[in-house]
């Protein structure tokens, strides 16, 4: 599977936009982008998945670069119930390969 | 109105011991998974059942066992309980088995082997 590269924590503030960086250098083309996320002592829980357009929903947008070498998740105003790990993860098959993540502290 | 359900939530136990995880969904997905968290949280892969049917099996020890009865459950059997199955393990569900489908996970079961 290719691999993502992810900021280990970022911080932000409380009702600001938060924009997550992911890194996936080897993508092919088979591959989507999912985005999940984890809140502390919960199981994963899906945000957001693209293939090569940009992406909305209710929770974030998807940034996806051109070259689909990077992606960015947004948050468009972060609540402290977004504090969570992040998971950034090239899917082409059944399983999701879950790497480090990126934790995300929001403060008030 | 869980969608994805997982018993018992804590379990601790001997080593050595046999032990079962449950989990059911009902959402009417026809794939459910097993996934492991580790003490250094990284989750990983165990098992994928599709229709009852076996098909992930990532390098996990025999002494793990997934046995699906039904399109619904999806349980997790493990033999002779050794300190490193000490782990969140977590199921999950989702309505197909491909890539842009989107996984439904339980609550997790915090398995603490003495």
């Known amino acids: 599977d290719a691999k993502t590269t992810q900021p280990n924590s970022m911080e932000s503030n409380e009702e600001e936009p938060v924009h997550l960086p992911c890194n996936h250098s080897?993508?092919?083309?088979?591959?989507?982008i999912h985005w999940y996320r984890q809140l502390p002592s919960q199981g994963p829980e899906y945000v957001i998945h693209?293939?090569?357009s940009n992406v909305n929903n209710r929770m974030a947008s998807l940034a996806i670069a051109e070259d689909r070498k990077s992606s960015t998740l947004i948050l468009h105003r972060a609540t402290l119930r977004d504090a969570a790990v992040y998971y950034c993860i090239l899917r082409s098959g059944y399983a999701l390969n879950f790497g480090k993540g990126t934790s995300l502290l929001v403060t008030p | 109105d869980t969608a994805v359900s997982q018993t018992p939530k804590y379990l601790v136990t001997q080593m050595g011991n046999d032990k079962s995880i449950k989990c059911e969904q009902n959402l009417g997905h026809d794939t459910m998974y097993w996934y492991k968290q580790d003490s250094k949280k990284f989750l990983k892969i165990m098992f994928s059942?599709?229709?009852?049917?076996?098909?992930i099996n990532e390098t996990v020890p025999n002494r793990f066992s997934p046995k699906s009865p039904d399109k619904a459950h999806l349980n997790l059997h493990i033999n002779s309980l050794e300190l490193g199955d000490s782990a969140v393990y977590f199921c999950?569900?989702?309505?197909?088995?491909?890539?842009?489908?989107?996984?439904?996970f339980g609550p997790g079961t915090r398995l603490t082997v003495l």
């Open positions: 693209g293939l090569t």
């Open positions: 080897t993508i092919s083309g088979t591959d989507y």
């Open positions: 999950a569900s989702s309505p197909y088995s491909g890539a842009t489908d989107t996984q439904y």
């Open positions: 059942y599709n229709n009852k049917e076996l098909i």
